[in-house]
């Protein structure tokens, strides 16, 4: 091939060539020395005025030392250096002068294979070098068994083989448990305090469960078997704790091995095994929680019934442990671990457990070395971290949980601390810190102080939650206080009505009135002309024996007077619109109550349209509107109505709305009438 006069290549072979020839054929060995000699030169660096001694710097010094260190013949002795017994004999050595760079280089061209070598040999060469060097013959491809790294390396993953079991395939449980056994024992043996061989037993019996080699009641013999034996064999020179570690990591062997063996879809969930698994653990007294929770996350949701006995194994062990409590810091941070595993028994297809639960619960009262106490406590925070728990449900175990007579009702502090975990389970409070404060006040001040400040938080949704949580635990003295202790100005539009359900010993609907004031307040509209109003005016009116005179007298009217809207007397001066639409909203919210009899509807009405008259107002359209609705009732049913009340209601119509609006209604109620007739 042509190389160009200029590239390095032409130049490093022209040293060794004729310079009278401007175009030379270069054989593949000759261009591969003169790239070797290339790359070498310029992957060599310049020192740049470092203190570090460059290559020949380095051979330099080298020689220095190798001359000055030279040892011939007999050992040297102890002399000091300076003696001249101890100097080299230079008459056995000889100098050679430096190989030149040619002879190196052919040197290292003769060691090299005898092949021809080519340019891409010697741009791959310095990436051979970087891996180990072997020799390119025939035999290699037919070792097949012949790994390619090296022998001290370990493949890990499905590569590696696993050891063979330590039983036949027809072992029996009491062969298993019997292995077990004796590999405790030669740990005890050894003296070491090391758990070597049980944890070997322990890989092995997990390898075996993936293999699903025992199944079912196999699984819950050998696990009650070892424990059993882990109990006996135990003895004064090996302390509990470490037997109890052994449990564990026995059980969590078994767990890993089941689950691992579970993966394949065809493979049917072995509930005597898990639910054996789940007994183990609840007599485990080291680490309950962990393995507990290890266990339960393995364990299908649609199969949690049929180990519900395990789970309830667990929950007494639990419920015992806080019985023996102290600090009550911790129930809150344990029961918050134990509500992990057990976020679906909330659903109401597993709430027969938590049943269950709260009847073992309610046995601790009896139980002399256990604070009852803690035990309710811990069982209601429990509850209320589990997401499926609504409040009827949290009140109703409150109740059972308070009606023996030997026990104490929960206090205070108690009552707030269940009700904002579980409202802030259900959605994050806000500033749930320093809502959690009251709780240090153990009186009725903690029930002011937390709906102060969830409404100071504007959270009126959750203080309407905490009166009906109240009063679903028979604590409806304490809403009275509540609502009281809610300030509001004299000013706002619901304060009647709040005093007016006070008066009434209703304190749940005047929260409910000042909730619904407090959101009407987002809308434009103002608070009687929206849907709050509305809402508002039934809570506190539809109710049996309301004394509707009360509520007129607070708009400074008497239902029972009559006007004269006509003749001399003077008329009064017109209302404003605010007045207008308070007056038609509680005449129309008032007539609608299903407690009130018809006359009594309507003898409300026409006292609001008189007063209305009085003041020289116009009737609103939807005034009107309720108010064919009221005489039309008896249309609607059949009857033929009271034909009094609707030519007076015909008559304010066509005064409101003209004459043409009045025939029109006029002939729809005789038509109406007309059809009532022929039907009976």
Known sequence: MAVSSTSPCYQAARRHLRPHYDSIWVSDGLL???FERYVSTFRTRARCASS???PMEHRKRLAKRQMGELRLGPSPSAAPIWELASLVDLTQWKWKPPT???????QSTATTTTEPRTLSDAVLRPLQLLFTARANTPDDFQKAGETLLPRNVTLSGVAEQLPPAPWDPDSSPADIIRIALDSFSQDGSGGTGTTWFFSSFCDKWRRALAEKAFRGEAIGTVLTGIVDGLDAECSGARDSMGVERLKLL???ATIDGLFTGSDQESTSFDHDAWNSILLVVSIIRMNTLRIFTKAVSCIPKVHLKSVSSGILANLDTFL???????????LARQTAKMAVPLQSLGEPELRFILDDATRKVSEYARVN????SHVRLGWLLLLARL??????YLAQVCNSLEADLATQPLTHSEVCQVFLVWNNVQAPLERYVNLRKVSKYNSTKCYNLLSDRLWETRQFSRVRQFYTFLRAIGRESVVTLMAKAISLPQQKAPYPLVNIALGMRKPGAAIDILCLYEDSRKCRTSFWSSSFGFKALEILTWVPDFDHKRLWRMLKFVPGRRFTVGGRRRRLKGLNQDEIIKLSAIAIVTSLSPHLTERTAFSLLMNCSLNLRRHNTKLPRHFLRILIHNVTRQLVNGQPG????LWYVLYLIEQQLGRAEALRIESAMQRRREFNTRIR
């Open 32 to 34: 591969s020395t003169a």
């Open 52 to 54: 570090v001694p460059g």
């Open 100 to 106: 030149p760079p040619d002879a190196r280089c052919r």
């Open 250 to 252: 026995l059980v969590e």
């Open 320 to 330: 015992h442990a806080l019985g023996r409590s102290t600090k009550p810091p911790s």
């Open 369 to 372: 070395d256990t604070n009852y």
């Open 387 to 392: 997401p499926g728990v609504d409040d009827k």
């Open 642 to 645: 009271i034909k009094s009340r």
